[in-house]
């Protein structure tokens, strides 16, 4: 087969700063072991996420100088609405500044005390909104997606007897949505068949709850449909994408994702009422209702990128490219989670570091080891981010502890994947010299982006 290149030419460039691995040293100390405290020029290749991090294509810059600035009824609005009710067949649209400001719309308006919501994996921003709310937020994982080094082709499938079983304990009217993370980022940037979105809706039909998927990756996990699931391959992008919104009541989209932007997001949805109470928020919160907190221009670029997202010359190379660095790393004996996600790539930590206990925080401590070897920006999704105290103040960790190394969308060539792969498995041939840390600081909710912590024999 021949290579899979990059389906773009580089028009613009910008530097990659290097520095040494003593200075790295030095920086990660008054980093106090936290990626999210380390200067962006301090970084080699950035991998902490691909949200807001794209390159945008030429048609996307030429877009923004046509932005309509108006506050009110902007051509650039009614493009944006226009794409998005094209693209998902949702007649409702509502611009965002960026997809949990959309989520913290939606869940103050549903969300509150004794309410449950129910998904495949609730992101943490997701969780963090419901939770925030009063209410609680229910993962329901299928059993393949429990088991990082296990293969199937779509391990971010909702577990649909679990789904029944816990609508009939909690009882379908304290549920006052589903949500369809696609793809599933916390579970490993894995996809969800159309299948089981299919089989969601119809259990959310049964019982009368309504069922949003949060978009962020529609793309990539429509692209997955198409190669991985029978009887999809001869259809198109738009038409994958266009059935699976079918099936939902409405989305959350965070448009730093697979719409190309550097910011934004939006609501869309079908129904009136829920509507207007969302826009009524939005007002206070975000912005009048055909900006959103967003520029004009910002709309035009989403306009464009959502688009362009579903071009599959770029999807190919897209999956392709995790894909590429998964094996690698396989092949070198790194425990990676398999099958490639969509938009990262996820190291096991616990089988990477089994001399770290969990309550030493084996992914943060590899993400400082990836930094120190290569100047790799990571980002750990383990007990660090989702680990919670019980009353006698005991670590109760995460299912899994990852290491997420996110790409993002046509920044990085394929020299820049294979480097990475290279310091990957240094760090991993090394692997018994790295310690374990401990937490010295730390916030109440999202404790990852702030956390200080320092090594346990410091
Ligand atoms: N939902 C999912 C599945 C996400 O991955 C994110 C963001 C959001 C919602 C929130 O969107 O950032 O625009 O407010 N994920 C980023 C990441 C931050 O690194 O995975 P946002």
Known sequence: MQTIIEPFRIKSVEPIHFNTPDQRAQILEKANYNPFLI???????????????SAMSSNQWAAMMQGDESYAGSDSFFRFESTIQKITGLPIVIPTHQGRAAEKILFSILGGKGKYFISNTLFDTTRANIEFSGAEGIDLICEEGKYPSIPAPF?????????????????AKHIPLCI??????????????????????????????PLFIDACRFAENAYFIKIREQGYQQRSIPSIVHEMFGYADGCTMSAKKDAFANIGGFLAMHNEALAL??????????????????????????????????EEHYLQYRIRTTEYLTNKLIAAGVPVMQPAGGHAVYLDAKNFLPHIPVNQYPGQALVG??????????????????????????????????????????????????????????????????????????????????????????
């Open 39 to 53: 200067k962006a020029k301090e970084v080699i290749i950035d991998l902490l996420t691909d949200s807001g991090t």
């Open 155 to 171: 391990k971010g499938n909702m577990n649909l007897t679990a789904m029944e079983e816990c609508i009939l304990e909690k009882g």
């Open 180 to 209: 369809l993370t696609i793809t599933n980022n916390s579970g490993g940037g894995q996809p969800v068949s159309m299948e089981n979105i299919r089989s969601v809706h119809q259990i959310c039909r049964k019982y009368g709850i």
């Open 277 to 310: 109470q969302c826009r009524n928020l939005l007002i206070m919160t975000e912005g009048f209702p055909t900006y959103g907190g967003l520029a004009g221009r910002d709309l035009e670029a989403i306009a464009v990128g959502l688009e362009e997202v579903m």
């Open 369 to 458: 080891a990836l930094y120190l070897t290569g100047g790799i920006r990571a980002v750990e999704i383990g007990s660090l981010m989702f680990g919670k105290y019980d009353e006698d103040n005991t670590l109760i960790p995460a299912a899994l502890e990852l290491v997420r190394l996110a790409i993002p969308r046509r920044v990085y060539t394929q020299s820049h994947i294979d480097y990475v792969a290279e310091v990957i498995i240094e760090v991993f041939q090394n692997r018994d010299r790295i310690q374990g840390l401990e937490i010295i600081e730390e916030a109440p909710t999202l404790r990852h982006f702030t956390a200080k912590l320092r090594p346990v024999n410091h």
